[in-house]
């Protein structure tokens, strides 16, 4: 019986300890993944980010069972859309009525930013491009989508609308078939250029908790020698708003190990969400790149606000 207890005593503290670790930061890809985004269909979680091989294949794909190991499993594009030029950033991973969706930043002839969309019925297959989805401003990057009351909206961040509002998260409706915009997009935050946003915000994913939607996004410079990443996080009762913003703002910021955290994905494994983010090695910054890291998302038990324990 002590023999027993003892080896029960020692998988549960195991398994304490692990947890421990994903409310840190773990890496769990091993490979640079920018802007990661992963998705859960039947049990099966999929992440792809930012990033194309030497052979031309746009956008890697990985596979998991359990968001620590991942397998790369194909590409969302063999090669690149025809509508596109270069700068293939952010593409986010949704799923809906038996359909994989991927909306993806891509530069077009003249140099704007723009967001495209591609589906596929079996994700490792890779994808069939749908062309372009949103032009607007001077930039349409970092696509985010959420279904609330059995509408599909689309996010992303857009600059140059006016002198006033030069970074901006906008919102629209979408399409049934999740490849149009539906009505007028509107404006749900604006960059603050007097605090840690000042670089502008972007990387934005949202999740339903105790009654509110959260968008967890990225504020300042993302990359290079002189980046600042940081997440902030604001919530509101309703997609289109009003957002507010925690108070305590940044909830991630770098550390004697990673620098400039910032653009992920957050995703639901039982109970509790994860977030799937991207930060540079401190010990190789800022030669080898963005890699992918997981962290619990923790809640507040008063005020509601999620939080990260992250030394």
């Known amino acids: 019986m002590n023999r027993t207890f003892c080896l029960l005593l020692f998988f549960i503290l195991m398994g304490s300890a692990h947890s421990q670790e994903l409310v840190q930061q773990l ?141 901006t998260i906008m919102l629209s409706e979408l ?21 840690w946003e000042e670089g502008g915000i972007e990387g934005q994913c949202i999740i339903p908790h105790g009654g509110y939607l959260y968008m967890l996004y990225s504020g300042n410079a993302c990359c290079g020698p002189q980046c600042s990443y940081m997440v902030g996080v604001a919530r509101a009762e309703s997609i289109k708003g009003p957002w507010v913003r925690f108070d305590g703002n940044p909830i991630i910021v770098g550390n004697n190990n990673w620098k400039c955290p910032g653009h992920g994905t957050a995703v639901q494994k039982g109970d509790q969400w994860y977030y799937l983010y991207h930060a540079y090695n401190v010990e190789t910054f800022p030669n080898k790149g963005r890699t992918p890291l997981l962290s619990t998302i923790l809640w507040d038990k008063d005020t509601g606000w999620p939080y990260f324990d992250i030394p």
């Open 175 to 195: 399409s049934d078939d999740g490849l149009s915009l539906l009505g007028e997009p509107t404006a749900v935050l604006t960059a603050k250029l007097d605090n």
């Open 27 to 167: 890496n769990v890809i091993p490979n640079t993944l920018p802007d990661p985004s992963v998705i859960e269909v039947e049990g099966i979680y999929y992440a792809s980010g930012t990033g194309r091989s030497p052979e031309g294949q746009v956008y890697p794909i990985y596979k998991s069972t359990d968001l620590i190991s991942w397998e790369l499993i194909n590409h969302v594009f063999q090669e690149k859309p025809e509508w596109t030029i270069n700068s293939f950033w952010a593409p986010e991973l949704f799923y809906h009525d038996e359909t994989y969706y991927c909306y993806y930043t891509a530069r077009r002839t003249g140099g704007i930013s723009c967001i495209g969309v591609a589906t596929t019925k079996n994700i490792e297959d890779g994808f069939e491009d749908k062309g372009l989805l949103i032009e607007w401003g001077n930039e349409a990057i970092d696509a985010f989508v959420y279904k609330e009351n059995g509408k599909h909206y689309i996010t992303w961040k857009a600059y140059g609308l006016d002198q006033d509002k030069i970074i």
